[in-house]
């Protein structure tokens, strides 16, 4: 990861040595790390796709977006224009942890297989100024 490699560089500029195993100092590493996540935040990359749903009349759309920082981040399912909620059956895991100190959130919405409306992804991050609509283009029968 971008951040990870920074930190290195940082440490090696300022000590003239090559990083030490970050299991040696962890609570220096961290905080480095979480700095500069603070101070450079980064965008999302943002998907949608399609699974089989359990019933084979349904198939299950998701809109994943991973590697930002900070983990607050919008999504929205719409159909036809219109943000589907919980209410319409809308899960989502929340903004989880990479491993490389971003986040991952993935909604999900289970739809019939011979629905025809557009269904699309809005996502805003608003840390970086980031907004994209993606949309889901295939017939799911």
């Known amino acids: ?14 000590t003239h040595t090559p990083i030490p195993d970050a299991s040696i100092f962890p609570s ?6 979480s700095l500069l996540c603070f101070l ?4 999302p990359e943002v998907y949608v796709f399609a699974n089989n749903a359990r019933s084979k009349t349904n198939v299950v759309l998701n809109c994943m977006a991973t590697g930002f920082y ?20 809308v899960m989502s895991t929340g903004s ?28 805003v991050h608003h840390s970086t100024g980031f907004e994209i609509t993606k949309v889901w ?5």
């Not at 990861?1 to 300022?14: D, G, P, R, S």
């Not at 983990?71 to 059956?89: F, Q, V």
């Not at 283009?137 to 029968?141: A, I, L, P, Q, R």
């Open 28 to 33: 220096v590493y961290t905080v480095c790390v």
């Open 70 to 89: 900070p983990p607050e981040i919008d999504i929205h399912i719409k159909r036809n224009s219109r943000i589907l909620t919980e209410d319409d059956g």
């Open 137 to 141: 283009g295939e017939k799911f029968v």
């Open 96 to 123: 989880r942890p990479n491993e490389d100190y971003t986040y991952q959130r993935r909604d999900s919405v289970v739809i019939l297989r011979t629905d025809v409306a557009m269904y699309s992804c809005y996502v």
């Open 1 to 14: 990861m971008v951040l990870t490699a920074v930190v290195e560089k940082l440490f090696q500029f300022h």
């Open 40 to 43: 450079l935040p980064e965008p």
